[in-house]
């Protein structure tokens, strides 16, 4: 039997856990046999973690931390009996997380993984932009923006002054549309745009 994946990606607060844990639940309702993996650095202390969403969850349900998001690791954690490869927070996997999803899919896995799909700087984080062009399926989910209130977020905007890629922690972002984006960059900076073509 082929497998298949399924991608749930967007920024931060957008349901992305949420969407994953519902489909999870699904499988068992189907007497599927589910392994959720997650990267044990970024594992937060609050109701969002995946592990704590699936806890409670009846059936065939075996969570596991991966240490430092390494794809080596994981696949030799994986039950070679499961039929549904659960990954959250891929984003921090390292990006041969890529070639182990192909791996699983044909051998006939459904993989669902969840993820950001940008850090707060716009660019495609980690594997995610990879991992969204081999998916069969790719589900983009999206936030009210926190500012205004009326559009949905597109970005998972850094509150803190750190500039690593990954800092971990919900109180360290917020969600913006594009337009209350460009509002807040151009206030700390004076942004210029150069369209003319060489």
Do not use: W
Request: proline letters at 2%.
């Amino acid at each position: 039997m082929a497998g298949n994946i399924k991608v749930i990606t967007g920024e931060m607060f957008s349901g992305k856990s949420k969407e994953l844990s519902r489909l999870i639940e699904r499988a068992l309702i189907a007497d599927l046999t589910v392994d959720v993996f997650y990267p044990v650095f970024s594992s937060r202390d609050s109701s969002r973690d995946i592990e704590r969403r699936v806890a409670e969850l009846r059936g065939s349900l075996t969570i596991m931390g991966v240490p430092d998001g390494s794809a080596r690791a994981l696949i030799t954690l994986i039950n070679p009996g499961a039929d549904v490869v659960a990954i959250d927070e891929a984003q921090f996997f390292t990006h041969d997380l890529v070639d182990v999803v192909k791996k699983l899919r044909h051998d006939g896995k459904r993989v669902l993984i969840a993820g950001l799909d940008l850090d707060y700087q716009e660019n495609p984080f980690g594997c995610m932009g990879a991992l969204m062009c081999i998916a069969d399926d790719v589900m983009k989910v999206h936030a009210v923006c926190t500012a205004c209130k009326k559009s949905d977020a597109f970005i998972s905007y850094r509150l803190s002054a750190e500039s690593g890629q990954v800092v971990i922690g919900e109180s360290n972002y917020t969600a913006l549309c594009v337009e209350c984006y460009d509002h807040v960059m151009m206030g700390k900076q004076e942004r210029t745009t150069d369209y003319q073509t060489a």
